[in-house]
């Protein structure tokens, strides 16, 4: 799996993004910035999901998806991160919640990865949660991985995602940016501060042009595109009451507004 691009002689290394990761799971961070699924995201996969299905997460971290998932739909899951940390958690909620038999918990690049992707044979779904394609370095290797999902899913299978706005995200690290070697148009680096921590992370803004191009060049056709929230994920996952007005006017107002759109896709015939 490419998840890592490497940049030009002499600019400054992309931060590694699986110790970043460990550091913002380790350090709590995480999961009090986020603390419960995005209620809009889980109500288009709960509507893509069939009871009994499969799901494919890829860049599940602690589980805030997949663990609701596995107990409401009875799911077949396999759980994918690059983070040792975050796998180390979920392994432990995942026994916790007694759902070992439902969720397989495993390494990006691992090779029970490619052995339980084989085995459980074609995916109902497959979620890139908010956020997570943007964390993969190069034009290149998101495609890559966008085809390689294409490829395990079933033939009537969906692929959700959440892709941060350009418009909305970082304007100060985008204008930073765009005068530093290395990075593609959307690219920025910036710091999620944790404390005694400086968390260094890598980031690919999507505009919306963009998704529809990436996707089609993937081999996908988008089914719907909408807002993800309007609010800064971390408010509508910290407030249900919030979320759930969120949600309402997410589905009302222009998908640009949106501070991440939430896409579904289908493999093109």
């Not at 290395?182 to 690219?187: I, K, M, V, W």
């Not at 800064?232 to 759109?261: K, N, Q």
Request: with cysteine; net charge neutral.
């Amino acid at each position: 799996m490419l998840v890592t691009a490497f940049p030009p002689d002499g600019a400054p290394p992309l931060p590694d993004m699986a110790e970043s990761y460990d550091a913002y799971f380790s350090s709590g961070l995480y999961q009090s910035r986020y603390p419960r699924p995005n209620p809009r995201t889980m109500r288009f996969l709960r509507r893509a999901l069939p009871v009994g299905g499969r799901l494919l997460d890829y860049g599940a971290g602690e589980g805030r998806y997949c663990l609701a998932l596995a107990r409401e739909r009875n799911a077949e899951i396999v759980a994918v991160d690059i983070s040792p940390v975050a796998r180390e958690h979920l392994t432990a909620a995942v026994a916790t919640a007694g759902l070992a038999s439902h969720i397989s918990v495993v390494d990006a690049s691992g090779i029970d990865y490619r052995r339980l992707v084989d085995e459980t044979g074609r995916f109902d779904v497959a979620l890139l949660g908010f956020g997570v394609l943007g964390h993969v370095a190069g034009r290149a290797n998101r495609l890559a991985l966008l085809k390689e999902l294409r490829r395990n899913l079933a033939p009537d299978g969906r692929l959700i995602l959440g892709l941060p706005n350009a418009k909305r995200r970082f304007r100060e690290a985008q204008a930073d940016a765009s005068a530093r070697a290395g990075l593609e148009a959307g690219d920025i680096r910036y710091v999620r501060d944790a404390g005694k921590d400086k968390i260094a992370l890598f980031y690919h803004l999507y505009r919306r042009d963009e998704i529809v191009a990436e996707l089609a060049e993937a081999g996908f056709a988008i089914e719907h595109m909408t807002s993800e929230s309007l609010l800064p994920e971390y408010a509508v996952t910290h407030h249900p009451f919030v979320g759930w007005i969120d949600d309402r006017l997410s589905g009302m107002l222009p998908v640009d507004w949106g501070y991440g759109y939430l896409v579904v896709a289908v493999a093109r015939r």
